[in-house]
Structures are given as structure tokens and as C-alpha cells.
């Protein structure tokens, strides 16, 4: 286990030295000491966009472990829910009642947003048949597209459909220092669910089981709640929605790893890293000097694998 955790920290890192390296400027990192434009691209752009990317896939992937955890249903990521349109429904109401709002209202908006619509996904799939598991992805996939039609027609309606479709598209080419560092706060917060681990693993075991060995089930869920209102507003309002990444990282290594979250989280932060890093370089290739939204690209990869995992049994099944 050791070994394979180093293996998966040394790809990562020597993913994050691709991104550095890779971009419409040919640049190389061991110039950076001596060239001071090198120096500047490095620092203005590649870096900040390196650590966007690391720093939005884990996020994601933890809150979509979380929001797995919480539902009791693998079929489930924040994509999927309802929560990153609600989060762009709440950023697109500041910015037309409030255009002139500082950044950081315009979060709180969002992740109140979000935590909304999240929270109403929670209370319709309580209402569902507990033995069709297979309905709570499915309403959670016509919440999500209903409020996405809602954002679309406010938008219409207001002129701001190019706005709408800059959140709706996740990529990373804007990020630049100084337009990247609240992702560090989503960091943050994906980081503080390591702290509740235990507490979503007993969770998810159920309410009763929950409730028996003592757990208060309520403030565990609006913990929950919290952390991935605030990771997908903070990923919205900065870089726009990603998909699949919640939901296929959380079962990748659910299936290696099984369910003690106290263990996994690294490695789910990690790997969520890790594949948008890829995605998002991959993007930058394809038809360099110009690129594709990591959206895009994580949109045919992320289904892909999300197809395989439904058609192969895990390894212990």
C-alpha cells in the first residue's frame, strides 16, 4: 500500500512538472533561472494554473465522496445533484441584482446556492422507493437539468448567456496569479472532511445504524452539506463546472480501497488531482497552440469510465 501511494504521488508531481512545461510558449523549466521572461510565464501563468488544476480535481473529488457518503448511493456526484447549478444559479442572481459585488459575496451567494440545492436533492431521494437505487441518479440528473434550464432562461432573459456559458464550461486558460486563490479555500474545505471521515463512514452505513452508535446524524449532514456547497461554488465561480470527476474518481478508489474514508481521502485527492492534471494537459495538446476546455475533455473520458465501472464488478464482488 505504501508503494503504491509513493507511485501515485511521483505521478503526480511528474504530471504537475508536464503542465509546468507544456503551453503555447515553448519554455522550459530550467531556463526559468536564467530568463526572466521564462521566469514571468512561469510564475504569472503556468504555476497558477498548475495549482488551480490540482487544487479544483481534489476538491471535486472529495466532495464527491462526501455527497456519495451522505445520499448512500455511488451513482452520485456533485455534477449530478443539482449543486454546481445551483451554485451558478446563485452566482448568476449576484450579478444581477449586485454586478459590482466584491468576489467573495459573490462565493457566499453561490455556496449558499449550492447548499440549497444540494439539500433539496436530499430531500427528494428520501421520498423514493428505498430498494430503486438506480432513481436516485436519475432524479438527481433531472434536478440538475432543470436548474440548468433555469439558469439558462434568467440568463436569456438578462443578456448574460455568454457569462453563463463561461460557468457551465470548465477551463482553465484565464487562470492567472491573482485569479486562482480561491480554490485554495475549496482546498480548505475538502481538507476539513478528512477530519469527519469517521463520521461520513458511519453515515453512510445508515441513519438508524448511525443514530445507535451515538452519531447526531443532523450535524453530520449539514457539515457535509457545507463542505460541498462550498468546493463546487468556489470550482463554479472560478473555473466553471467539471464533470464525471466526482463521481468516477470516489468509485476508482472505492473499488481498490473499499470504504474506510479516514484512509481513502488522500488517495481520492490525489487521483482527483492527478486525472483533471491529465485531462487538462491532454487538452493543451490536442490542437496546441490553441486547446480544448478541460471539460471537454473530461466529458468523454469521465463517461467512458463511468461506463466501465457500471459494466465491471468490483475486484471482491
Known sequence: MRFAAGLGLAALLALMLVSLGVGAAEISVRQARSDAWTMLVLMESRLPRTLAVALAGAALAVSGTLIQSLVRNRFVGPDTTGTSESAALGLLAVTILAPASP??????????AAMAGTALFIVVIRRLPRREVMLVPIAGLVLSGVLGSIVTWIAWQADLLQYVGVWMSGEFSGVTAGRYELLWVAGLAAGLAWV???RFAILSLGDGVATGLGLSTAS????GLVVVAVVSALVVTTVGMVPFLGLVVPNIVARVMGDNLRAS???VAASGAGLLLACDIIGRLLIAPYEMPVSVILGVLGALIFLVLLYRRPAHA
Open 220 to 223: 453530520v449532514m449539514r457539515f
Open 196 to 198: 469527519g471521515a469517521d
Open 265 to 267: 481521502l488522500p488517495v
Open 103 to 112: 468576489i467573495w459575496v459573490k462565493m457566499v451567494a453561490a455556496s449558499f
